[in-house]
């Protein structure tokens, strides 16, 4: 009886250690990075990163809240936490959304080719100070859209 009691309970361990290792790879799977020239320098969450190639991806792929802009030759990086925002209808491109005040240029939002969901960060101190020095001349920030693919 004893036997057949460990048996089962080793059993049940082993299907349950093999739908956890299927759950991850299905996650790692679904994980869709995106690659992007970006042509300017650019700040995200304060920090200024140079112009060149970035791999823009999950921080997890459980938690959808954080990106992380990794510059290819990973000379520079940065990690933010975003929030969703949503179109009506599905992306037809990926693309990355930039907030242009004058020669500075803030990442504004992250989409992804045949999502309705996209990624809004949060805007900055010094955004919405240059934001609000706009508004004064009664104007607003450019916006400025970079295609990206899907890695």
Not at 33 to 54: Q, R, S
Not at 70 to 79: E, H, L, V, Y
Not at 83 to 98: D, G, K, P, T
Not at 101 to 109: I, K, N, R, V
């Amino acid at each position: 009886m004893r036997k057949q009691i460990l048996k089962a309970a080793t059993m049940f361990v082993g299907i349950i250690a093999l739908a956890f290792v299927s759950a991850l790879a299905a996650s790692a799977q679904n994980q869709r990075n995106l690659v992007v020239n970006i042509p300017f320098d650019f700040t995200v969450k304060g920090k200024t990163l140079p112009a060149g190639e970035y791999i823009v991806s999950r921080g997890s792929t459980i938690d959808k809240t954080g990106l992380v802009m990794q510059r290819k030759d990973g000379a520079s990086s940065a990690i933010v936490l975003t929030m969703n925002i949503q179109s009506r209808e599905n992306q037809q491109e990926s693309h990355l959304v930039f907030n242009r005040y004058g020669d500075h240029y803030f990442l504004s939002q992250v989409w992804t080719s045949g999502d309705r969901d996209g990624r809004e960060l949060f805007k900055t101190g010094q955004e919405r100070s240059l934001e609000m020095e706009l508004a004064k001349n009664n104007a607003k920030p450019e916006t400025v859209t970079i295609a990206a693919r899907l890695q």
